[in-house]
């Protein structure tokens, strides 16, 4: 015990709710002394932070999916570390564990939402991304909602993300014809190029209309949505009779923006399913989907990418960078 | 054979697309000679039309869920009418059948979607609305979309109407809160006194935020609904976590307005489901729900309104009054 409280945790707090888009001035960097452990919990060092496009709701005051973290309050995020010291009869130090551990390098838990990480095949940073959170709603809308079948062509929006590069890469394997939607050329050549994806438009590059005509010449039958807006109207329009859409995200709306939709006549014309879905809801499919995910990882099948931000106090800019698309699969940061 | 070549026939076609709003122009009444029966089929005489908002999207050239309706065309609807002459083995002159014959007094058939009608319980304009078509339509999206459970609360638009009466009925027997939404105070008087719903908001009053939200202390777990637009999105911010959805009609829309959906948001928030629908792709239900319709009917637990207007040459006139909601109930035309 005496360890611990010689210890300082260094912590990224809420300083103020965003108005609009999000700024460096909405967070604030604290440093704080480690409490003592209680009897049953475990102090955990956490080394990566993931940085997901749900926390943005989680500043607002807003009803959203996820609870808002309080002014003043350590922002909320799911965390890869290894407990440091132990209280706890079921946790050594040593164990390498994934939880709800937020942005901060030190947490005491009493072991809520947290998972010890037995597999060494998988790469620690992966139980973040392609096995973790996004990868299991990937699965999840992908396989529970959608339901490809063999032949059939999915689009999916924010291509090139954590989340839409697993539901792509997925649909491949399930027979599908796949089209990504992504923020520019470099991305959509990873899309194409290590995703495997049949095509990737560019949405900056001005002709969605046209060149989702073109990639999708049987129309289209899922759309996995990420985004919302504009571009999922463009989608809407191709949509098939009978087609499925599972709303996952609406990124374009998050800073306050317009996110109308236009053609809600396709819902009725086509008879479009539209289910939203949040994963956290699925407690049930999270050990099918990351059995799945964490075996094509070790046998290669499934490709990841990720961008990392080094230390803490990077968080902030790596987060607001994540917002406007300008990391490449998923976002982490090392915490050093 | 003989007495069928001296038969006229009258019979409306359509006269030219409409641009927005429909109009008189849009259509044409002629006079034309009823051709001899060939082997296998039997000439109706068509008693009672049934005019319903569907009809609009088939007066577009644009896709849509039923096929377009050429220029120069008869306009398509359904009938009930009584077989005047037959060479077809399975039907004699005298029987009454509903079927999908048309805007006009005499209909050649093989008969394709013809149905004989059996049960003299049924008043014979019923089977055009609560025991046909609308009334399956209310049974399939409440049963099989919205799959009500008791205490739930249910909101229909265009609650006065032809199948938003009985969703808001078939839902109060299957013990949920019932609230409407209509156009005028004699509507609304007439949904919440005839129909039994719990509340009935008239949308015309302008205050439709306000009264949605003091009738429904519980949000709104189901959504019927057949206008879309503004009226849609009211109830998209009272949907509770994991509502459902079910969209049979987009009237707001028919005259090619703007229907676009600002709410989208709740989609996510709060994981709705949401299921266009077109009843004739269920042919499955049709027995299961007439049946029950036909019973309620009888036994004086569903009750139906209807608007009758007089002649086939009024029609057209009553078809505009439909599409701008001066109809109260079932709207049906004579043919006298």
Known sequence: MSSSTTRTNRRIVLASRPKGTVTPENFRLEDAPVAPLADGEFLVRNLYLSLDPYMRGRMDDAKSYAKPVAVGEVMGGGTVGEVVESRHPSYAAGDRVLGPLGWQLFAATSGAGVRKLESADVPLTAWLGVVGMPGVTAWHGLNRILEPKAGETLCVSAASGAVGSVVGQLAKAAGCRVV???????????????????????????????????????????????????????????????????????????????????????????????????????????????????????????????????????????????????NVGKQLVKLD
Chains 1, 2 share one sequence.
């Not at 499919?285 to 995910?293: G, R, S």
């Not at 099948?301 to 800019?317: D, F, V």
């Open 180 to 326: 990504g939607i992504a923020g520019g050329e470099q991305k959509c050549r990873i899309v194409r190029d290590e995703y495997g994806f049949d095509a990737c438009i560019d949405y900056k590059a001005g002709r969605v209309d046209e060149e989702l005509a073109a990639a999708t010449p049987d129309g289209v039958h899922m759309l996995f949505e990420n985004v919302g807006g504009a571009l999922m109207d463009a989608v809407l329009a191709r949509m098939n009779t009978f087609g499925r859409v599972a709303v996952c995200g609406l990124i374009a709306g998050y800073n306050g923006e317009d996110i109308a939709l236009r053609r809600v006549r396709s819902i009725l014309v086509n008879r479009l399913k539209i289910q939203g879905f949040i994963v956290g809801d699925h407690p049930q499919d999270w050990p099918i989907a990351l059995k799945e995910l964490g075996e094509r990882v070790v046998d290669g099948s499934l490709k990841y990418r990720e961008t990392i931000a080094n230390g803490l106090e990077n968080a902030p800019r790596a987060f607001i960078g994540l917002l406007g698309g300008s």
